[in-house]
């Protein structure tokens, strides 16, 4: 962040014990992270972001209540400092937020929407400036009777931006005015029905995306046409070995940068599973599965140095790292830290 140090920030429910944002040094050759400190300012700041401003960065968070809010922190410091309140977002269950163009986007899942937030000078939220609310549902009852925008995220391109949601088994292309902060519905793409799509990843050319699918343990491979925001489905690939048992919740899906391997994060059966990209990038295959080293992997992220990956796991309340093979992309558990109630991890 300040080019002499590179820090992980956990994200957690402090409804459920967590501390809400924590921050930790990260020794880069070994992939250990030391926790510096915390701040519980926050209720429930169950996914963060980090968005560059002046020389320094801020870190943004959702407050994933029912009220529905947007946070940002200064973490210049040992532990983070609130930027202000949080600013609610007329909107319930926000679950995931990205910044792009000077706007912070949420993905709220209650309402089945996607809001944009303006920033104010000093880099904490401001006004909504945004909203696209989904409509229909899916045919699994108890989870798809109404729209659940799961994440929001640009394309590599910069052009658009790309919802996933589970409720209505699509992804939605719209695009942002980085001017005034409106989000224009440009294209909506339908999953197979019951899949319930929660995050995707881009791979590292901006040619395909990869659904991770959290109602049935699959992957949807997508390709990706920048120029038009155009997503098609290519075909479904399983996330967990032949033959699992109970049930199987994907969480979240992390692209090598390298282009050969994607990593996805199985709750219920708490695995890592591990995935070969052919030379395009237009297949997966599913090469190992193993312990994801605790409980109900919620999220799943690559180090900086892309040697290293990290589960944070919410029920056993841990984050955990693993060394990873160059060869064949398997992880090895090296080492955890407590992290009660973790939801998030990130970088910066």
């Known amino acids: 962040m300040d080019g002499t140090r590179t820090r992980a920030f956990v994200g957690s429910f402090t409804s459920a014990g967590g501390r809400g944002v924590m921050t930790a040094e990260l020794d880069p050759a070994s992939g250990a992270l030391t926790v510096t400190g915390s701040s519980d300012a926050v209720a429930d700041p169950s996914f963060l972001a980090l968005g560059g401003h002046g020389g320094g960065a801020v870190l943004y968070a959702v407050s994933e209540t029912e009220q529905g809010a947007v946070a940002a922190f200064d973490v210049t410091g040992p532990a983070p400092r609130p930027l202000g309140p949080p600013v609610a977002l007329d909107a319930a269950g926000p679950t995931h937020l990205a910044v792009v163009a000077g706007h912070v986007l949420t993905a709220n899942y209650t309402s ?3 809001t944009a937030v303006s920033l104010t000078a000093d880099g904490g939220p401001g006004a909504v400036s945004g909203r696209v609310r989904h409509e229909g549902s899916g045919p699994v009852a108890d989870r798809q009777s109404a729209p659940h925008a799961h994440q929001v995220l640009p394309d590599p391109s910069g052009r658009w931006v790309l919802a996933v949601d589970l409720g209505t088994d699509s992804v939605t292309v719209t695009a942002l005015d980085p001017a005034t902060g409106a989000l224009s519905p440009h294209a909506t793409t339908a999953l197979r029905p019951g899949t319930g799509p929660r995050h995707l990843a881009f791979h590292p050319a901006g040619t395909h995306a990869y659904v991770l699918n959290e109602l049935e343990p699959t992957l949807t491979v997508c390709r990706w046409d920048a120029a038009g925001g155009v997503l098609t489905p290519l075909g479904e690939t399983p996330v967990v070995p032949d033959g699992a048992t109970g049930p199987q919740y994907p969480s979240e ?16 059966g708490d695995t890592l599973a591990v995935l070969a990209l052919d030379a395009s990038g237009a297949t997966a295959r599913l090469t ?48 955890a830290i407590p992290a009660p109630a ?5 970088f910066g």
């Open 112 to 114: 089945g929407s996607v």
């Open 253 to 268: 899906i992390v692209a090598d940068p390298g282009g050969r391997f994607l990593w996805a994060a199985v709750r219920g």
């Open 288 to 335: 190992a599965s193993v312990p994801c080293g605790g409980h109900w992997p919620r999220d799943l992220a690559l180090g900086p140095t892309g040697r290293h990956l990290y589960a944070a796991n919410e029920r056993s309340g841990d984050v955990t790292w693993f060394s990873l093979d160059p060869a064949t992309g398997l992880p090895e558990r090296v080492g």
């Open 342 to 346: 973790a939801s998030c991890v990130v």
